[in-house]
């Protein structure tokens, strides 16, 4: 995953007034830790319009021809909610719920960063820091790198 194709992605997700928050390795990174991570994670809303608006402006991936808007209602995720990736030039995760948080539940912890043109809504650190709490090694070494950033030092 390069500069460039989060940079496409994103600026194509603003043309298309897309709701998304950006999360995981690559909302790590805008934090000043630079780690390696193959994917861009999306936090979306259950919203079947902002799901056609996402899906428009995947348009340039060919895997993203598979997808439904009603994949994106609270209806079809009633039972058990079910995430939804895209593998194609890049791997995109899009997420209805990252460790228990929704898009609705992290909207107090949003900033909106410019980075060439293009506003992107991503998590700040207290935010990141509620959807690292799980077991995996990688979120153990991101909630490291992210208390040092958050008191001011190197990760």
Partial sequence: MNTPDLHKLLG?????GVKYILVGGQAVRLHGFNRATEDIDLVVPFDEANGERLIRSLGFLESSKDLQPWWFSKEA???EIQNIRVADE??????????????ESLQPFVLHVEIGGVTIPVLNIDGLLQTKTGYREKDAIDREALLKIKAGKTP
């Fill in 12 to 16: 194509r997700l603003q043309e298309n």
């Fill in 77 to 79: 995720n009633a039972d």
């Fill in 90 to 103: 890049f791997v995109i995760d899009i997420l209805f719920s990252a460790n228990g948080e929704t898009y």
